[in-house]
Structure formats: C-alpha cells, structure tokens
C-alpha cells in the first residue's frame, strides 16, 4: 500500500486542496465551522453536497458501480483530512453513510436502483427510526408493532430521538413482526417514506435550545412489504451490519481541525498564558495523533482486529472529542465581547457542548462499547 507520503498521495493532496479552495463558498465554510452538532442544517449541507455530486465526490467510500470515487484507502484518508482542515460541511450521514450500504448489501436491484441515485444526489434524505421511549440501548426490546396486512405492514407505536425527522421525506427503521423467541429474532427492517399517512413528527428540543431530535409517531401507518430491507424477522441482521458504518470511521481528521479552532480561540483570550493551560492543549493534541496513528495502522491491516475496531474507535473518539469540547467552554468564559465577533470555538462553545454530551451515548454507549471490547478480548485469550 502507498503511504501518505508518495509522490502519487502527495499530487492527490494537492488536488484536493484546490478544489477545496476553489469551490468551498466561504459562507458554507463560515456555516460549518459554526455548527453545533454533526447534522448541519439542510440549506448548509445540501448545498455543498450539490457541489460533490457535480465534481463526483459526493461519496468518497461507495463503490464505483454505484457512483463512488475508485479512491484507495490512503486517498480517502487524504480526502478526510483535507476536509475537514477546510472546515467544508459535513454532509447528512443517514443516506450516505448509513443506510446506503446497507442497501447495496441487502436491497433488490429495483431498491439499489430506485433509492441510491436520489442518496448521491441529495435529493432524498433519510432519518434513523431505531430507538423507542424505553428502548435505547437495550435496542432489542423495541415495540413498534408491524402487522402483516396483504402486501403491507401495518404500524402503531413511536420512535423517538429521531434525529431531523422534520427535515426528512424517507426513514429507515426496525419494527417488530413477531414476539416469539430471542427478541433480535423478530424484529425487520423497514424502508418507508415520512409523508405516509398516520405519521405525525412531534419537536424536542435540547439542552441548548435547538431542534435537531424529534419523537415520531405512527397510527395505522401503511409501508409495502416492497420496503422491507432482507428477510422478515430477520432486520437485526440488517441492523447489525449497519452500526459497522455508524460506530467506526475517521475520528482524528475532524477532532484535528475542531483543536486547531480551540487553539485560536485559546490564543484570542490569552488562556494559553497558562503553562498548565497549554499542557491540556498539549495532552489534546497527543490524543489526537495517538487517534490518527490508530486508524493509520488501521489502512495498512495492522492495530486492532476488526472485531473490537468500530467499538474502540467509537469509545476514543467520541470521548476526545467531549474532552476537547470542555476546553473549549473555558476558554470561551475568558470572552469578553460579542459572541458574534467571538473566534467561532468561542461562539458556539456551549451548545456543542450541550450538544455533544450525547456522543457517548448514542450509537450503542461507550460503557456497552467496553463490555464489547472486553468480550473480544476474553473470547481471543481463551
């Protein structure tokens, strides 16, 4: 494999930077530096997905019969670090991220065919309808009912934690068709669209104020047996494979570029003053390279095995980040002036914070994520 720095990586950095420098709109930039949350805003994240889709680089890790770039491993990882050292947004990861490679493994060829394009174009986005009032972690437990009705299903009960439920026009979401047996083995994946009648999208709003979670509701809600993803009973499976995508990726590009807007920040108010100030910062940005250096080793078949990987990433990574995150709410109490003229750490500091609290939760908790870690652990020794 080529490193980071051949003469090939080092031409395609080059390239990357460029079109970042040319097409990134600093109005998008100035949008995603002052996001409080990985869901950007639509009118933020949509438009700059527009500009991808146009040069072809709207999904840098599909595959290439599905419009995906035939990037390398390295070349992605350049990509990922340029990135976000450009602040570009982030785009909505339900579609392209999540459920997209879920359907290339799963769907038909009439669902690869019909709902990929309109993800790699934006025109579709999709919300996660997983967790339910009572059921979170314990994901199995999951009640929102589904009755076989013809060629349709039939659905009563609620979502909730629904993330940009209201912006979203399709969900992809786990029900359950059957109360026999393990509570994974009755429980199907379904693909349906958010303007189906009977169901109702009711707000919840943070700590910090904002509207990005929802509780969605479904009252003899209708969703063809065509929008099921694999067998029925049979949508842990399904679910299974996409928490690979939701738990793992690349931690250490973004938490790079969100340290070096809290060093600016730092700088602005005179908190570096501190030695002990800038060992923390020091401490950071260790833990940061640590991170890189893991998912380095990762692209080269080394570090840890892919059974415990997502899991560990997840736990370092969302961790780090709330570290960093704390850093920045201190440094922002050493403001003094205007938050609209505030270095952009500054100005956000406390709803992403606020926000950010959840990192560590969502996505299955970093506690579950240890006892998963330590299963693997325990199952190779012996």
Not at 59 to 86: K, S
Not at 186 to 212: C, K, R
Request: aromatic residues 8%; proline residues 5%.
């Amino acid at each position: 494999m080529e490193s980071l720095n051949s003469a090939d990586a080092r031409a395609f950095r080059d390239e990357v930077r460029t079109f970042l420098a040319e097409k990134l709109p600093p109005e998008l930039r100035r949008g995603a530096r002052r996001g409080t949350s990985v869901f950007l805003h639509p009118d933020i994240a949509d438009a700059w997905q527009r500009i991808l889709h146009a040069k072809g680089w709207a999904a840098p890790d599909w595959p290439v019969e599905y419009g995906g770039t035939g990037w390398n491993e390295i070349q992605r990882y350049i990509w990922a670090e340029e990135y976000a050292r450009a602040h570009a947004p982030g785009l909505s990861p339900m579609g392209l991220k999540m459920v997209a490679p879920v359907i290339m493994h799963y769907g038909s060829p009439k669902q690869k065919a019909t709902l990929l394009p309109r993800i790699l174009s934006g025109e579709d986005r999709w919300c996660q309808g997983y967790s339910e009032p009572g059921s979170g972690s314990d994901l199995a437990s999951l009640k929102l009912r589904a009755v076989r009705d013809g060629n349709d299903y039939v659905l009563n009960g609620s979502k909730i934690w629904t993330t940009h439920a209201h912006f979203a026009n399709r969900m992809f979401c786990l029900v359950r068709t059957s109360s026999e047996g393990r509570p994974q083995t009755g429980i199907t994946f379904l693909l349906l669209e958010m303007d189906t009648p009977g169901i109702t999208v009711s707000p919840i709003h943070t700590l910090a104020g904002e509207h990005e979670f929802n509780q969605v509701f479904f009252d003899d809600v209708r969703v063809p047996v065509s929008g099921r993803l694999g067998a029925e009973n049979d949508g842990w499976t399904v679910a299974k494979h996409l928490l690979t995508f939701e738990r793992g990726g690349r931690y250490a590009p973004g938490l790079a570029a969100t340290l070096e807007m809290v060093r600016e920040a730092a700088e602005a108010t005179g908190w570096l003053a501190h030695e002990s100030n800038r060992e923390r910062l020091a401490r950071e940005a260790i833990a940061v390279e640590a991170l890189r250096a893991i998912e380095l080793a990762s692209l080269e078949g080394r570090g840890p095995s892919d059974a415990v990987r997502p899991s560990m990433m997840k736990v370092l990574g969302t961790e780090a980040s709330q570290r960093i995150d704390l850093l920045a709410l201190e440094i922002a109490a050493e403001w003094q002036g205007s938050l609209d003229d505030a270095p952009d750490a500054i100005a956000v500091a406390m709803p992403k914070y606020l926000n950010n609290r959840a990192a560590s939760i969502y996505a299955g908790s970093n506690e579950i994520q240890r006892d998963l870690i330590a299963r693997v652990v325990v199952d190779q020794a012996a």
